[in-house]
C-alpha cells in the first residue's frame, strides 16, 4: 500500500507518538550537528554527541527502524566523539613524549598559574602520599618561590614545618 492508498499523502505522522519520535529524531539530528561543530573545543562533543545518541535511541519507531535524521545525527556524534578523544589521547601524548610541546604546554600553565605544570604535578604528587601541607606562617607571607621550596624540602623530608620563610619557629601559630 502506499501513501495515498492510506489517506497520508506525503508521509505525516499519522499519531502523536509518530510526531514524538519525529522530533527526537530532530533532536537527535540537532545535537549530532552541534557536537560536529564545537569538536574543537573537546569537551562539548562529548557531551552533545551523548544527547544525540540518546535521542537517536529514543526515536525509534516499534519495528526498531531510525529514521535518516536519526541516522545522521548518531552518525555525526558517534564521529564527534572518535575525534574528540582522539584529538585528547594525542594532546597527552604530545605533553609526555615531545620535549618542545612540553615545555610550550609548562609555559603556557606558568602563565595562567604562576608556576609550571612539572612543579605543580611534583607538588600534587607529594601531597597525595598522605603529607599535610605545612600552614603559611600567621605574621608575614614569604614569596612564592620561597614557599614553593620549603613545600619541596617538606616534602622530600629535609625540612619540616620550622623551616618556611617567614615562620617564627611556632609551625604558623600565632
Known sequence: MNDWQTGNPGNQPNSPMDLKMDRFSMLALLF?????????????????????????????????????????GSIASLASIVIAILMMVTVLY??????????????????????TFDEYWYLMKGLNENKELPPLPADSTPSFEEYYHSLEDYINGNADVQNIPGDSGTGGAP
Open 32 to 72: 549530532g550537528v552541534i557536537s560536529l561543530i564545537t569538536i574543537t573545543t573537546v569537551i562539548f562533543p562529548i557531551f552533545f554527541g551523548s544527547l544525540a545518541v540518546i535521542f537517536a535511541v529514543l526515536s525509534k519507531t516499534e519495528d526498531c527502524k531510525m529514521s535518516s535524521p536519526a541516522k545522521i
Open 94 to 115: 604530545l605533553i609526555n613524549n615531545d620535549t618542545e610541546y612540553h615545555d610550550q604546554f609548562n609555559n603556557y600553565f606558568q602563565q595562567i598559574y604562576g608556576i
